[in-house]
């Protein structure tokens, strides 16, 4: 796997923003439209953060990627500006927070991005391909938490506080005899998020898929996208996991995703999440939200 082509001590610690170097494009088929699909990732001035653009749609409208603009969570984020929607960015999101990549235009010719393989290293590798560039007269924006801030609802915690570095980890929880009780704590610095996190694929249990074809989900699905749990078997394409606790890996995937909504990374805190999902995450992400504003008015007050 190519390695990144820049110095990091940890995510979220290198002092200039980035965007990447030249376009590169990747196409194949929505996870739940089923909608086939090309997607260009291109540069991004400094401060844009990262902008969704549809450019089937007359006037190729922009939805920035931000949490002002979500509109459901239902099996995936789906961000909406108008009339005008793009469905489970989460995983884009994702592969652009572990680079550390802080602006960038991401280009799609239909409503959701391509599946790929159901994770987000197909991303990573074409970010990587891409090449990463630096804005040395720019410095990266943070988001960093001197007192806990603390989330609970229905089975879902979720907790952020102090710590000396930026640490993320992650409890998924489920009665299913083949998934159990998981734990993944990582520090997620691009090489890191690379080997630990990107490969990890996202998953359903055989007893929902009735259900999400009856939603209009899971159109585009398969065994070369998804990993499926069944009764007494895990399928999937190539056969085998790619980590024993590829579940709870791939929500911690998604959760980076989500909060990059927030349009920072994150510097000095430890994350805990237990039993996520994107509901919470994004109940998360604007309670975040809205302790950094409140942080901040309390500091220019003072």
């Known amino acids: 796997m190519k390695k990144p082509n820049f110095q990091a001590s940890g995510f979220g610690l290198r002092s200039f923003q980035t965007t990447i170097g030249e376009e590169v494009s990747l196409e194949g088929v929505g996870l739940h439209g089923g909608t086939k699909v090309r997607l260009a990732f291109r540069p991004a001035p400094a401060n844009v953060g990262i902008r969704f653009l549809r450019v089937d749609l007359p006037g190729q409208p922009m939805i920035p990627a931000n949490i002002d603009f979500i509109s459901t969570t239902l099996r995936g984020t789906t961000l909406e500006l108008g009339e005008v ?9 994702s592969a652009a927070a572990g680079l550390g990549i802080d602006n960038l235009d991401i280009a799609l010719d239909a409503g959701e991005p391509p599946a790929m393989d159901g994770s987000a290293l197909p991303f990573t590798q074409a970010l990587l391909k891409a090449g990463l560039r630096e804005w040395k007269d720019h410095p990266r924006r943070y988001l960093q938490f001197m007192e806990e801030v603390r989330y609970e609802s229905e089975n879902s915690l979720y907790r952020i506080s102090p710590a000396s570095r930026f640490e993320i980890c992650v409890v998924y929880q489920n009665a299913h005899p083949l998934v159990g009780s998981q734990r993944f704590e990582t520090v997620p610095d691009p090489d890191r998020y ?20 009856n939603q209009g989900l899971g159109r585009g699905g398969s065994l070369d996208n998804t990993v499926v749990i069944g009764k007494d078997k895990i399928q999937c394409r190539p056969q085998g996991l790619r980590f024993s606790n590829e579940f709870v890996r791939h929500k911690l995937l998604d959760l980076m995703g989500d909060l990059a909504l927030l349009g920072r990374g994150f510097r000095a805190v430890r994350l805990e999440a237990t039993r996520p999902g994107h509901k919470h995450n994004i109940a998360f992400a604007k309670m975040l939200a809205a302790a950094a504003q409140k942080a901040r008015a309390v500091a220019v007050k003072n």
């Open 85 to 93: 929607k793009v469905h489970t960015v989460e995983h884009l999101l």
């Open 194 to 213: 690379l080997s630990e996190v990107a490969a990890a694929r996202t998953f359903c249990f055989e007893e929902e898929i009735p259900w999400l074809r």
